[in-house]
Nanobody, 115 residues
Framework: QVDLVESGGGSVQPGGSLRLSCAASVNIFNFNVMAWFRQAPGKQRELVASINVGGRLSYADSVMGRFTISRDGAKKMVYLQMDSLKTKDTGIYYC?????????WGQGTQVTVSS
């Protein structure tokens, strides 16, 4: 059983910051990739950032330079630091853990960026 629980979402003004957390019930190094996705209202879920087991980072162009993904293996946690937030960053943010062809998802946390 793999459980992922996101937290840290909320409402913030443009230009503000939030830090999302994803708590895993198992060792995160069991997975090939840990990632953050988001889904804006009326849009498809999209990849925001990922970190693979070797530590390689990847970001969507829309968040490059503003968001930072990191992890703490001892705490079984993955984080997403979001700075310089924009209204278009609004959406539900999901944590995903992937091993080979199998994926596990959290329940999501809402991020609203509005003035």
């Amino acid at each position: 059983q793999v459980d992922l629980v996101e937290s840290g979402g909320g409402s913030v003004q443009p230009g503000g910051s939030l830090r999302l957390s994803c708590a895993a019930s198992v060792n995160i190094f069991n997975f090939n990739v840990m990632a953050w996705f988001r889904q804006a209202p009326g849009k498809q879920r999209e990849l925001v950032a990922s970190i693979n087991v070797g530590g390689r980072l990847s970001y969507a162009d829309s968040v490059m330079g503003r968001f930072t993904i990191s992890r703490d293996g001892a705490k079984k946690m993955v984080y997403l630091q979001m700075d310089s937030l924009k209204t278009k960053d609004t959406g539900i943010y999901y944590c995903r853990a992937q091993i080979v062809s199998r994926s596990y998802w959290g329940q999501g946390t809402q991020v609203t960026v509005s003035s």
